[in-house]
């Protein structure tokens, strides 16, 4: 732990050192900004997780992925899909390399690491000063970038959480695919309010990540999970099976507003920086984006305030959609398999990144439940009395 008798001086704060701050690490470094005081202020320790994204045939991550699928299966009340997702890929990383070259990244740019709990944020206009947890000054910067979770400053009209645990399994004999994987399998017994499903992501013949997950508002104990694991592993039909790491997590799914910039040298990063898809979960490729923009801008000599992760009308249409899937107007492996089978892979996951036109979304909103999804529309495009919760 580093301990200063006065505030370090800095151009720049990372507050929280997970994911979304180590991706502006390496993008400052590969930006090359020259002469900027950067510092982190965090106590370490960050727990390993997996990230899953869609990408094009060629990535800057290329060498470190876990692993890249150009197809993949989706199992819906239908049945099986097989999904060609050429041009794109599905790819995974692990967080460690994520990290490891961020901590490059920082020895190369000479940042200073602060290893304490930041607490209060006092922003005068001109300069942020960071206190540590028992209200100690320990760093004073120009601009802070903060990624500590917090709730939405307004509450919507659905809060869920998509909440998973996996297992890190290794066969002695080789029984995965590891050229194909399984991105949704609706085939787990769905929970009363919610939708569950399993999916399966082979890094070699012999090794996989197998992962039970629910979109709904409350997490499972231990003992759900493990079972919902081991059922779904039968269903799989897989036996034999070491299980060498288990990993889980909790991801707001909601139409909430996040305070992207809580003040006026604050800015927020992940998902308290609106990087969350609401509909999805999925947030690694927002991450990455408001990092490159952000190192971008300091570059270029101006404020690191990347632009929102979605459109406004994309976050919309979330709002839709979970209220659907929450007041059970609409069954989401249902409204999952139209959108795939009713549209090519790439549109889908084009509008999953955030990156359709108006004229694509139009088409994928005519593949889902038409009636039950305009009645939802309308419920979202009143007012909203409160958020509802468990």
Request: proline fraction near 8%.
């Amino acid at each position: 732990m580093v301990r200063t008798l006065r505030p370090v001086d800095v151009d720049l704060a990372l507050v929280g050192y997970g994911g979304a701050a180590s991706l502006v690490m390496s993008a400052l470094r590969d930006q090359g900004v020259p002469g900027l005081r950067v510092a982190t202020v965090d106590p370490g320790g960050v727990k390993a997780r997996t990230w899953a994204f869609w990408t094009g045939a060629a990535d800057p991550l290329d060498p470190v992925l876990d692993a890249r699928w150009s197809g993949v299966d989706l199992y819906g009340p239908g049945g099986r899909q097989r999904l060609d997702l050429d041009p794109m890929r599905y790819a995974m990383v692990r967080s460690d390399p994520i990290f490891r070259q961020a901590e490059r990244a920082a020895a190369d740019l000479g940042a200073r690491r602060i290893g304490t709990t930041a607490g209060r944020l006092d922003d005068d206009g001109g300069a942020v000063t960071v206190h540590d947890a028992d209200g100690t000054a320990v760093l004073r910067a120009r601009w802070v970038l903060d990624s500590r979770p917090v709730p939405p400053a307004k509450p919507g009209r659905t809060f869920w959480l998509q909440h998973f645990r996996g297992w890190w399994v290794r066969s002695e004999r080789p029984i995965f695919d590891p050229g194909s994987a399984i991105l949704m399998d609706f085939r787990t017994p769905q929970p009363a309010r919610g939708v569950s499903f399993g999916y399966v992501l082979p890094t070699s013949a012999n090794t996989a990540l197998i992962e039970y997950t629910e979109f709904s508002p409350n997490r499972l104990d231990d003992a759900a999970y493990e079972a919902a694991l081991r059922s779904y592993i039968r269903l799989l039909g897989l036996r034999d099976l070491t299980v060498d790491e288990v990993e889980d997590g909790a991801i707001p799914m909601t139409d909430g507003v996040f305070d992207r910039r809580p003040s006026p040298r604050v800015v927020r990063l992940g998902t308290a920086g609106g990087a969350t898809r609401p509909s999805t979960g999925y947030t690694f490729s927002a991450m990455r984006r408001q990092a490159t923009e952000i190192a971008a801008l300091i570059k270029a000599g101006r404020d690191p305030v990347p632009a929102p992760a979605y459109p406004r009308r994309h976050l919309w249409m979330d709002a839709v959609a979970l209220h659907a899937w929450d007041r059970g107007l609409v069954s989401a492996p249902e409204f999952f398999e139209r959108l795939f089978r009713r549209n090519p892979p790439d549109r889908v996951l084009r509008f999953l990144d955030g990156r359709t036109s108006p004229a694509e979304e139009l088409a994928l909103m005519a593949s889902t439940p038409l009636l039950a999804m305009t009645r939802a529309a309308a419920r979202v495009s009143l007012p909203a009395r409160r958020t509802r919760r468990a």
